[in-house]
């Protein structure tokens, strides 16, 4: 099933999911029974949940997914007996680091409740559960700081066309030898640096193929004219690319040299953002080009470990550092030392659930969320004030998880509540909720989206998303005036 009414209604064994979906269900309070609840009443609950690529819930995503935790917490905790049961979390990541710290303040599980798997064992290279293979190929990182160079793009240009060059007329016993270095990938720190670069894909590295050509032949070997390197099809990977399009992207990746036997190209060139760096696992790459060091360590670790994952492709990674930036100099100047120990270097993450803004934008929606939760079936008829026993019930609840996770933010929050329960009792909204902006007064209306102003100040702008939600700004002429000169 993968249409939210029918999973509602019929609650699978299996749920897959993205974290964006916690912040509709104060929306949606008839996915209690996904958690295991029926008008209120626990019949059952969640066992087992696991989160996947940890390292991404932090900043202010790791703090909205943290509060929005209350919720989930809540309606996965089975307290039907005298025992309370919660559900086991398994979290898995490639980096991380203060992982005690970042779980503690996700879950509110106790940094003594957090186990790391597989634990460290007397040799860094054998921990029982994996093992470090000596003999195997790896992948290899290469420093570039072009000082020289008049710029940024002459030193990418030139680097891209060396690279696709070389791996067409490097002499190999096998052509299929070629294969894992036949596509280069691009990978970026910003949209606007890889427009760029595909801007010089089509000009200038095209161009600059050829020179390389004219410089190299050999006019009394017409054999070499054979290996002359052309740009046939590239890919990107990118927020701007169609959503449809992503999987015919990655088939395309997955082409391998020589052509396939219908004549299609590999991939020449694939440029990519951070998209890259989750998810994607094409075991026939095995070079990459990383323009300007990355903001984090765990994100340069991610990015660049998506070469070189097969045996038979060791990776090859050619970072390539802006001399007019301190930073990527530095970087430079400590090269080998930074790579020798790089997960030494992973940044700690920072997730904090009840600060200040974070409480402004979406505490409401905890508190409404839990209120209709465990309410019965008229949740969507009914949008007053429930009962003083269930509110009382939600405020312990709340003030219980603070005091674990950041006790100093304790009264701010309880004052808060008090707020948006008086507000709620004053308004008496006609609807819990509303995405069009109609006149009946809502008790929420989606963040982003325009108030109505027979509201007033009334009702909460709840969010929809994990992710920041500008309002749309709308524009007209009033007048249209000039003078005659």
Not at 228 to 247: D, F, Q, V
Not at 337 to 355: A, D, G, L, N, W
Request: charged share 25%.
């Amino acid at each position: 099933m993968v249409i939210d009414e029918d999973i509602y209604k019929s609650p699978p064994t299996l749920l897959l999911g993205t974290v964006d979906k916690f912040a509709m269900l104060p929306y949606r309070p008839e996915a209690q029974k996904v958690f295991g609840l029926k008008n209120g009443q626990r019949f059952a609950s969640p066992d087992l949940v696991i989160q996947d690529e940890l390292h991404l819930i932090s900043g202010p995503l790791g703090s909205t997914v943290g509060h929005y935790e209350t919720l989930i917490h809540e309606l996965s905790t089975d307290r039907r007996g005298d025992e309370v049961i919660c559900p086991k979390i398994i979290a898995s990541t490639a980096t991380i680091s203060r992982a005690k710290e970042q779980c503690h303040a996700l879950y509110a599980c106790g940094q003594e409740n957090v186990r790391q798997f597989p634990p460290a064992g007397l040799d860094a290279g054998d921990s029982f559960f994996a093992r470090q293979g000596a003999n195997q190929a790896g992948r290899k990182y290469v420093g570039i700081l072009a000082n020289a160079s008049t710029s940024m793009a002459t030193t990418m240009i030139r680097l891209f066309s060396s690279l696709l060059y070389a791996a067409k007329a490097i002499s190999v016993d096998d052509e299929k030898l070629r294969d894992p270095y036949w596509t280069n990938v691009g990978y970026f720190n910003s949209i606007r640096e890889l427009g760029q670069m595909e801007t010089w894909v089509k000009q200038d590295i095209d161009e600059y193929l050829h020179v390389i050509y004219m410089r190299r032949r050999e006019d009394n070997n017409p054999e070499y004219k054979e290996k002359r390197r052309y740009i046939y099809r590239e890919e990107e990977l990118t927020s701007r690319i169609p959503s449809t399009k992503i999987p015919f992207s990655l088939q395309n990746l997955g082409i391998r040299y020589p052509s396939a036997e219908n004549g299609e190209h590999p991939v020449d060139i694939c440029l990519a953002t951070n998209m890259l760096s989750v998810g994607v696992d094409v075991g026939r790459l095995g070079m990459m080009c990383v323009a300007g060091q990355p903001k984090t360590t765990s994100e340069y670790i991610q990015a660049t470990s998506r070469v070189g994952r097969s045996a038979n492709s060791p990776g090859l990674v050619f970072t390539v550092f802006n001399p007019a930036k301190p930073r990527d100099k530095s970087h430079y100047e400590h090269f080998k030392t930074y790579h020798s120990r790089i997960y030494c270097h992973v940044e700690p993450t920072s997730v904090t659930p009840f600060s200040p803004p974070l409480r402004e934008r979406a505490l409401h929606a905890i508190v409404i969320g839990l209120l209709r939760m465990y309410g019965d079936e008229n949740f969507n008829s009914s949008p007053k004030l429930p009962s003083q026993p269930a509110v009382t019930r939600v405020i312990d609840l709340i003030r219980k998880r603070v005091e674990i996770i950041d006790p100093d933010e304790t009264d701010p929050t309880l004052r808060l509540i008090d707020t948006i329960i008086d507000d709620w009792k004053i308004w008496e909204p006609a609807v819990y909720q509303d995405f069009f902006s109609n006149d009946p007064l809502p008790l929420m209306f989606s963040a982003g989206s325009r108030r109505n102003q027979m509201w007033g100040t009334r009702g909460f702008e709840t969010p929809t998303s994990m992710r920041s939600v500008d309002v749309s700004c709308a524009a007209k002429i009033l007048d249209c005036r000039y003078e005659e000169v």
